[in-house]
């Protein structure tokens, strides 16, 4: 039979459990609220309103992805489209899967290369990268990959392109040759299945603590 203090003990030792895992919860809800949060901010491409600033890039450019271009410190995000992520894959027209991210890459980097690129920065987004509309003498460079099918007119900001994106759906150019998901409802299943892989480890060093505190308690008694 059991004394009253290992009756106390271990009623302590439960109580303490119970904390345990109400305070893991705690933080695991805490982290995926500060996540979703973090994640929805960092998507927004246009914030911070500036003086339009025209500059001209350094013969030292280099081309990240369809709409992302690098000059040293310098990043810059085109204006008003949305170019496929790099790891993005869209299928053609046969249903057969091929790397629209990299060749809208390589579209931009083919374009530019060996140019002088001037961009009218018209922003700043909350990756500290310049939101701008480049060009190559007079010719936009945003409208070019547009026009051409690399990248989609980024609507949910600005209506600027939608009639070059019009041209690109009529005449099947690029991705619109077959399917694709749009680059940003990519971006975020790729943030979903992070965030889903975070909680699953969260959730597995919830299940050791608890397997710990319960080990601990028996080798008390």
Excluded at 130 to 152: F, L, S, T
Aim: glycine fraction near 4%.
């Amino acid at each position: 039979m059991e004394s009253k203090a290992t009756k106390f003990m271990t009623s302590i030792s439960l109580t303490n459990l119970k904390i345990s895992n109400l305070l893991i919860s705690f933080l695991i809800a805490i982290n995926f609220l500060i996540s979703i949060n973090t994640e929805c901010l960092a998507n927004e491409v246009i914030k911070l309103p500036i003086k339009t600033k025209s500059i001209t890039l350094s013969n030292k450019f280099a081309i990240t992805d369809g709409d992302t271009i690098r000059d040293g410190n310098l990043k810059i995000r085109l204006y008003g489209i949305d170019s496929p992520e790099l790891a993005q894959e869209c299928k053609d027209a046969k249903g057969k899967n091929w790397k629209c991210g990299e060749i809208a890459k390589n579209m931009l980097h083919n374009l530019v290369k060996g140019k002088k690129v001037r961009c009218d920065i018209k922003s700043t987004d909350l990756y500290k990268r310049k939101v701008a509309i480049c060009y190559i003498g007079k010719k936009d460079i945003n409208q070019y990959m547009v026009e051409e099918g690399y990248a989609v007119a980024y609507s949910k900001y600005s209506n600027k392109y939608e009639l070059d994106e019009e041209h690109a759906i009529n005449n099947n150019k690029g991705i619109w040759i077959g399917d694709f998901e749009e680059p940003e409802d990519y971006r975020k299943s790729k943030q979903i299945n992070s965030r889903e892989s975070k909680e699953s480890k969260a959730h597995n060093i919830q299940k050791k603590i608890i397997k710990k505190i319960v080990n601990n308690k028996n080798i008390k008694k």
